[in-house]
């Protein structure tokens, strides 16, 4: 205790900081990084692997059904209308100021001497590597950044005429580079988690899954933080997973992290609790808006309140296809071919794109900006083109008609079986019967048992929130939460949503509650890595680590019901979201 009264925050987190290494998995990106930093490396969560098979994608989810239906389609011309008449501006049938307006390439000659951030282009990955000379080049070379796109298209044309057996493919890509890679190499790209949970399909078994986790969270250790393998046992992990997770998921990432990374100990906690850390708040409602899904949870003093969960299908990469949808309906896209599956490099300059211009604000948004074209492996083609309706697509939180995320295979039956049951939902079991059941699958789209829970809804994200905080019961506590709601995420940064959303939780609140106030508080850092960083207090403040796994633990029998130590959940136990006592 004399040393906790005496000691500076700063040495706290620089001496039992050192040594833990804090991970937070999302579907689009991972958030790595040693807790005595600043921020983590956000590194997109894919891994590209060389093929010898001809004629196969690169893509490895070829099964996706990206097409809109006619329905669909109807229902988001109705939505875009709908915002459009609420941001006052042209709805879809009408004529739009852009409309006479050209569109340009540019060429070398009269490009700008200087390149912004918002109109950055992205090169593409050299695929090649020289032949190794040692052991230590194996291991690094394939990681790092490599050449230019200019580049790049010499080295191929060189290896094909001289000697291309002098440069062989890159194994394994990993991060933006993976998505930077031209549709013509053989690579299919793996993404291990979609929406929230694992990528398990018929074509994708979990077995894969977990051995590209593997791989990327390998190569961000070794090529990011510089920690090799014989120093992994001086090393701890804290596991800050998305809401979303289901038990199983979680007892894989705990076996990758002990077993396979070869961490000493790790622990596990869930983005909320984190996120309330992260800003040193006790309660308040935690709106999470990832690249895919979108959480919604209310903390009461640093403890879950599980009734008031929700998840919606949506998120920052939604945005992006729907930005693409509204310029192509108005003409004001070049006429190139941008296929965000078939060439992720598209996703990447889409991403910027919206980062960049689009917020929600009254009036026509326009603007004229850079878009360019990647075509089979040839440097990128730049255009400057005219943009209109940029406040629509971020309103697709609200109005999720807008927004038509793609399809995804289901899951084998299989996967639901967890015949070993490490892990108890507790927040499943039928406490007062003293019978307990076993966790139900969280999926809607694979009819397993009628009687699962629903999970995930479509509904938008005022409508969240409100209902969310009308569950926690007290009206004093409710009252509390709707002037203490947190936007975190990367899409959290949006021009504008802080009003947006204030303005429409007020509207959705019903009549007859007396409640006449909404507040979202700012965030204390980028919302983007609000969660991750309060992972790394939780870990530097756990002196006792009781909830802590350890890996020979874990190793030899696993975390088993009616062992010494059983999963709970804090939602009836301690401001942990997820952890293991003593029973």
């Known amino acids: 205790m004399d040393y906790l009264k005496s000691v500076v925050p700063s040495q706290l987190v620089s001496e039992r900081g050192s040594n833990l290494v804090i991970i937070n998995p999302g579907s689009a990106n991972v958030r790595i990084g040693l807790a005595k930093q600043e921020t983590p490396f956000n590194v997109p969560h894919c891994i590209a692997k060389h093929t010898t098979l001809t004629g196969k994608p690169n893509l490895l989810d070829q099964m996706i059904n990206t097409q809109v239906t006619t329905s669909q389609h109807v229902e988001r011309e109705r939505a875009f209308n709908t915002a ?283 603007t004229v900006a850079t878009v360019y074209s990647y075509e089979d492996g040839m440097p990128a083609v730049a255009h400057r083109t005219n943009l209109t309706s940029l406040n629509v697509p971020p309103m697709g939180l609200f109005y999720p008609n807008l927004l038509v995320p793609e399809v995804f295979p289901q899951p084998p039956r299989t996967w639901f079986q967890d015949h070993e049951n490490m892990l108890e939902e507790t927040w499943n079991m039928d406490f007062a019967g003293g019978g307990g059941g076993m966790g139900l699958p969280v999926w809607d789209s694979c009819a397993v048992s009628p009687l699962k829970p629903k999970k995930e809804e479509k509904i938008g994200l005022a409508e969240a929130i409100t209902s969310s905080i009308l569950s926690a019961g007290r009206i004093d506590l409710q009252r509390k939460l709707f002037s203490s709601i947190q936007l975190v995420g990367g899409v959290g940064l949006t021009k504008g949503l802080v009003s947006a959303v204030e303005e429409r939780v007020l509207h959705a609140i019903p009549p007859t509650e007396a409640i006449d106030t909404v507040e979202v508080l700012p965030s204390r850092m980028d919302p983007t890595f609000v969660s991750w960083k309060g992972g790394a207090i939780l870990g530097i403040l756990d002196f006792g680590r009781e909830a802590w796994i350890h890996r020979n633990e874990w190793m030899d029998n696993g975390i088993r019901v009616g062992s010494a130590k059983k999963h709970r959940d804090s939602y009836y136990i301690q401001a942990q979201a997820f952890c293991f006592i003593n029973s």
């Open 84 to 366: 459009a008449s609420l941001l006052k501006i042209p709805y879809l049938d009408e004529s739009s100021s852009f409309g006479s307006r050209k569109m340009a390439r540019i060429d070398g000659y009269n490009q700008p001497s200087t390149t912004t951030k918002k109109d950055t282009v992205f090169p593409w990955t050299n695929v090649f590597e020289d032949e190794p000379t040692s052991l230590a080049t194996t291991e690094t070379s394939a990681h790092r950044s490599e050449d230019s796109a200019a580049k790049v298209a010499t080295d191929v044309a060189d290896s094909k005429d001289s000697g291309e057996s002098k440069r062989k493919y890159r194994n394994m890509i990993f991060g933006e580079e993976a998505m930077r890679i031209s549709p013509k190499e053989p690579y299919t790209i793996h993404r291990p988690i979609r929406r929230g949970h694992f990528n398990v399909s018929p074509q994708y078994s979990v077995q894969q899954v977990c051995e590209d986790l593997i791989a990327i969270w390998d190569w961000i250790l070794l090529d990011k933080l510089e920690i090799a393998h014989s120093e992994r046992n001086k090393y701890s992990a804290v596991l800050v997973v998305p809401g979303t997770f289901d038990s199983r998921e979680i007892k894989e990432l705990l076996t990758i992290v002990l077993r396979d990374l070869c961490f000493s100990s790790a622990v596990v906690h869930q983005e909320g609790l984190s996120t309330i850390f992260g800003n040193g708040l006790s309660t308040a409602c935690i709106v999470n808006m990832g690249a895919q899904t979108s959480t919604v949870v209310c903390i009461e003093d640093g403890v879950s309140l599980p009734n008031t969960e929700k998840i919606l299908p949506f998120g920052g990469d939604d945005i992006c296809r729907c930005l693409l949808w509204i310029q192509r309906h108005f003409q004001t896209w070049p006429q190139l071919r941008t296929d965000v599956l078939a060439k992720p490099i598209d996703m990447l300059m889409l991403n910027r794109l919206k980062e960049s211009y689009c917020e929600i604000r009254e009036g026509e948004l326009e």
